[in-house]
């Protein structure tokens, strides 16, 4: 989880710079929450910020959306291989 | 030790629910589906006998790491001269170019994803694992760093960087303008 650098917690906002080091952190979701407040704060004014956020989430969802399918039988099989485990 | 009614019910609460992440990570790093269940039943098995030790935190990353092992012996009884240098077994593992059976070779549609799939394609091999881990099946950086053997930052970086890579290219070709892909 990435935290703010402690030289930095004082200041109330976060500029480009800082957001364009943590971003895809961020978008993972793995960012500490009052941190990841700010970013998002700073992602929904700043215009350039914004874009490049839009462009990694798109690249992460169509990622996500080549997701292949589970095979159902390959998936029968190993419950059944897991069921005989437990049977003995 | 436990006897086998507590060992079924550890089994049934731990392992089952987790069968169908281990046969997507089984995939992704074999690339082979005969492999990727034979990979998933021998974990299943080394869980099975292991179970009554585990302390029931994380089966995840618990079940995760045994996989790592399980596939690092299945390479060394194929390939002994890895013996020399286990601590690159998974990382080799992953390396090898067994097809386009895996998960990367899905067809993606036309325009946008087709320039994402040829940009994916491109890169390394261990940017490739680690994109396909985390963006496409799912796993969270601490579960990929424990199938890879490698430290958390490392999966971060090769994940950033790949992407950055996949942005770029994806830039050059045109097929997307302003975050927003044509």
Known sequence: MITRRW???????????????????????NVEAGFAGKIAAHLDECKKCGLESATYTQIKDSLGDTRPDVDDDAMSRLRSFGAKLTDG | MVDDREQKAA?????????EVLYRVARSITRNPTDA??????????????????DGRYPRAWLLTIMRNAQINRVRRRRPELMRDPDATMERVAAQDSGDDGPEATVLERGYNAELEK?????????????????VQGLAYQETADILGVPVGTVMSRL?????RLRKQLEASGAYVEGRPT
């Open chain 1, 7 to 29: 030289f930095r917690r004082h200041k109330p906002e976060v500029d480009c710079r800082e957001v364009g080091r943590v971003l895809q952190s961020y978008l993972d979701d």
């Open chain 2, 37 to 54: 269940e034979d990979l998933v039943q021998d974990t299943m098995l080394r869980a099975y006998r292991a179970v009554g030790r585990f």
């Open chain 2, 160 to 164: 950033h960087r790949a992407r950055a």
């Open chain 2, 11 to 19: 089994f049934d609460r731990y392992i089952v629910p987790e069968i």
């Open chain 2, 119 to 135: 940009a994916f394609e491109s890169l390394p091999q261990k940017f490739k694992t680690v994109v396909d881990l985390v963006d």
